[in-house]
């Protein structure tokens, strides 16, 4: 939240990322690492960026400094900087700040609801390349980022919906997909979570291009933002225009799909399919 707060602030002021470092003596990378959550930042250093940046509320000045002095605590990813990439990093922060989460998956699972195995199937699907090890380091940032948001004080709010074709893939095989499919079943109970199932039978509708996040943030709407992601790129976008689209979309396929006891009892189906 913090990074892309002074990457707003940045922009409203006209400058560069790589000037706003040249004028403070830094790194040419360090402001443009705390936008993206790579790096934390000083209160000292935070002060020197607001007063290039002309900000002289003292309400926006407070609410800032106060984020950055809880950054370094809320970094939790920072030693697995050797195996997440920077636009991963730059999305856990995100989304280790929101308050409520709206997905929609087409034929993955929701990663803060999957398990170790499946998890593990995924990412070996995906990059088969991937040394044990590092694989092993992946598992464990998946494991982490479902802690520091729907295991938190004050939990994550998860909002999924889920194409069915997402509970039919047998992905890592069928233990691995039974085991994952009754992990579903428990964490829709969970009061946190809202999982909801588009069946087969809805036939075509407005998600079918691909899966996307909405992350929706405490303190200022306007920071909200929509994550897509295909196997070479990652798109963030916060336009209200583009957001405004995103919500519309998921309204649409929260209305197309099955109510959470419905979806429960097809993912119940599915489990007994695999038998």
């Known amino acids: 939240m913090l990074g892309v707060e002074l990457r707003a602030l940045r922009e ?23 936008e993206n959550g790579r790096s934390g930042v000083r209160v000292h250093e935070l002060e020197s960026l607001l007063d290039l940046y002309g900000v002289t509320d003292p ?5 800032l400094v106060d984020l950055a002095r809880e950054n370094k605590a ?5 030693p697995y900087s050797d195996v ?3 636009r991963y990093a730059s999305y856990i ?26 998890t593990r199937a995924v990412i070996n699907a995906l990059a088969p390349e991937t040394k044990p090890d590092a694989v092993d380091a992946l598992v464990s940032v998946r494991l982490a980022r479902q802690g520091a948001t729907l295991r938190r004080a004050s939990p994550l709010t ?4 889920v194409d069915e074709a997402a509970l039919r893939r047998t992905t890592g095989g ?3 997909m039974t085991k994952q499919l009754h992990h579903l079943l428990e964490a829709s109970e969970e009061p946190n979570v809202v999982l909801r199932v588009l069946p087969f039978s809805a036939g075509g509708h407005v998600g079918m291009l691909g899966s996307f996040v909405i992350l929706e943030f405490p303190i200022r709407s306007d920071l909200d933002v929509v994550y897509t992601e295909s196997q070479v790129s990652s798109i963030q976008l916060e336009r209200r225009s583009d957001l405004a689209t995103y919500n519309q979309m998921f309204a649409n396929l929260s209305k197309n799909a099955l ?9 119940s189906c599915a489990v007994k399919d695999l038998q």
Do not use: C
């Open 12 to 34: 409203e002021s006209g400058n560069t990322a790589d000037e706003m470092a040249r004028r403070l003596g830094w790194h040419q990378t360090k402001v443009s690492r705390i």
């Open 59 to 63: 309400e926006v000045r407070g609410g």
């Open 74 to 78: 809320r970094m939790w990813w920072t």
């Open 84 to 86: 997440i990439t920077q």
């Open 93 to 118: 922060a995100l989304e280790t700040e929101a308050s409520t989460k709206r997905t929609f998956e087409t034929t993955l699972i929701p990663g803060l609801l999957q398990t170790p195995d499946y």
């Open 158 to 161: 998860l909002r999924a919906v």
């Open 174 to 176: 069928a233990r691995v």
């Open 259 to 267: 109510d959470e006891a419905q979806s429960r009892n097809l993912i």
